[in-house]
Antibody, heavy 122, light 108 residues
Framework: EVQLVESGGGLVQPGGSLRLSCAAS????????MHWVRQAPGKGLEWVSG????????DYADSVKGRFTISRDNAKDSLYLEMHSLRAEDTALYYC???????????????WGKGTTVTVYS | EIVLTQSPGTLSLSPGERATLSCRAS???????LAWYQQKFGQAPRLLIY???SRATGIPDRFSGSGSGTDFTLTISRLEPEDFAVYYC?????????FGQGTKVEIK
């Protein structure tokens, strides 16, 4: 069974940093691109970042570009999101998601984790 | 960035009725690279449709997707009680990937 388990969320002050992790199991992790998607309380989905299977291609939403960094460790079947200069508007539930294709990119989200909550407060 | 606009914002229907949800893109979505997701309250989203019209594994055939270019549609042929939820479209034809704002399908 494919499983994605996020961790690392928490409370942080504006300007602070957090590192989210996503542990993957039940599939060949290094065959797939991966995504981070977030959802602010009571709001819709926002794509945050994607990375292809070998980290050769990464992309970010304009809202996080320059502040967030996506990475992966295929040896550990893990995905990460390093977040810096956090703002109140980054408060959200952050989902890790497995891409639906084995093409050399990140397209759509076939499997989702349950998410980890990030709260930026002052 | 491609902006996706979903309509209507809320759809009030009864079980057994047909639901038609629209997703309009600010520019053409290449290769029909559009997906649809369902999200129930308190749950993670679930993939329904990819490539505009291909059903994901395990998705009932009452869900169907169509469209190309800038206009896409998700149709639920006969609403079941478990289909009342929020639906999102997402394009992956260009970077950055983007979602629509969602359509809520509620019980009338």
């Amino acid at each position: 069974e494919v499983q994605l388990v996020e961790s690392g969320g928490g409370l942080v002050q504006p300007g602070g940093s957090l590192r989210l992790s996503c542990a993957a199991s039940g599939f060949n992790f290094d065959d797939y691109g991966m995504h981070w998607v977030r959802q602010a309380p009571g709001k819709g989905l926002e794509w945050v970042s994607g990375i292809n299977w070998n980290s050769g291609s990464r992309d970010y939403a304009d809202s996080v570009k320059g502040r967030f960094t996506i990475s992966r460790d295929n040896a550990k079947d893990s995905l990460y999101l390093e977040m810096h200069s956090l703002r109140a508007e980054d408060t959200a539930l952050y989902y890790c998601a497995k891409d639906g294709s084995t093409w050399n990119s990140y397209y759509y989200m076939a499997v989702w984790g349950k998410g980890t909550t990030v709260t930026v407060y002052s | 960035e491609i902006v996706l606009t979903q309509s209507p914002g809320t759809l009030s229907l009864s079980p057994g009725e047909r639901a038609t949800l629209s997703c309009r893109a600010s520019q053409s979505v290449s290769n029909r690279y559009l997906a649809w997701y369902q999200q129930k309250f308190g749950q993670a989203p679930r993939l329904l449709i990819y490539g505009a019209s291909s059903r994901a594994t395990g998705i009932p055939d009452r869900f169907s997707g169509s469209g190309s270019g800038t206009d896409f549609t998700l149709t639920i042929s006969r609403l079941e009680p478990e289909d009342f939820a929020v639906y999102y479209c997402q394009q992956y034809g260009s970077s950055p990937r983007t979602f629509g704002q969602g359509t809520k399908v509620e019980i009338k």
